[in-house]
């Protein structure tokens, strides 16, 4: 079975600091990774994702996540936040060799930022 | 920018009546899910469908559950008898591969009384 595990309920920030969001994941096989932002009453956008090659992997609003397979984590990362990225952040990961179509979230991370 | 749309964004129902919520996918997207959220925390899967038919569903997804795609745009989830603990935050989303990311709605929040 799949799972992702955010180990952070709660992550809080300088505005302007680098910032480190947490996800380790569990799969059979190989897996593809997402990172979705959620802001107060609204639905989940997607920010980026891992499939395959770099493991490095550049999103949208400067967001950047590094896949380690020997540590089977994706932290997310920012070289300088923002007041504006305070929000809610989910890890997710889809099992490829099991051919199924279901995308496992995590239980989410809170970002506050502070100015 | 094409979106999911969801619909109501708000409902409100007793308890043991039966609801339908509705989604609009993106126009050429394959591949299409029920999500629910309770209390803004944990994103939980109820079920994807593809090619008309279901292709996964969760221990969540029980009887009282049921998907339809009836007219190539929308796509439904109707919840037969609802329970107090039904009430959640429910997302639609689509997608175009089955590698891809996920495209969700804004939600429909469903309260049971």
């Known amino acids: 079975a799949q799972s992702v595990a955010q180990p952070e309920d709660q992550v809080n920030v300088a505005e302007g600091n680098p910032l480190t969001v947490k996800c380790t994941y569990s799969?059979?096989?190989?897996?593809?990774l997402f990172w979705y932002v959620q802001y107060p009453n609204r639905g989940l956008q997607f920010l980026l994702k891992y499939i395959t090659g770099d493991n490095l992997v550049k999103g949208s609003y400067g967001f950047e996540a590094e896949f380690n397979k020997s540590q089977t984590s994706f932290h997310l990362k920012k070289p300088s936040a923002l007041v504006s990225d305070s929000a809610l952040y989910f890890c997710?990961?889809?099992?490829?060799?099991?051919?199924?179509?279901?995308?496992?979230f995590g239980t989410g991370t809170k970002l506050q930022v502070i100015p | 920018e094409p979106e999911v749309t969801q619909t109501p964004s708000h409902q409100v129902t007793q308890m043991g009546q039966e609801v339908i919520l509705r989604c609009v996918p993106i126009?050429?997207?394959?591949?299409f899910y029920w999500y629910r959220q309770i209390l803004g925390q944990k994103v939980e899967f109820l079920v994807s469908?593809?090619?008309?038919?279901?292709?996964?569903k969760s221990e969540i997804f029980d009887d009282q559950f049921s998907v339809e795609r009836p007219d190539g745009s929308n796509f439904t989830l109707k919840i037969r008898s609802t329970k107090l603990e039904d009430s959640a935050m429910y997302f639609c989303?689509?997608?175009?591969?089955?590698?891809?990311?996920?495209?969700f709605g804004e939600g429909s929040r469903l309260t049971v009384l």
């Open positions: 997710a990961v889809r099992d490829i060799p099991g051919g199924y179509q279901k995308v496992t």
């Open positions: 989303a689509s997608s175009q591969k089955n590698t891809g990311e996920l495209f």
């Open positions: 799969v059979s096989g190989n897996p593809y």
């Open positions: 126009s050429n997207h394959l591949y």
């Open positions: 469908f593809y090619n008309n038919e279901i292709s996964e």
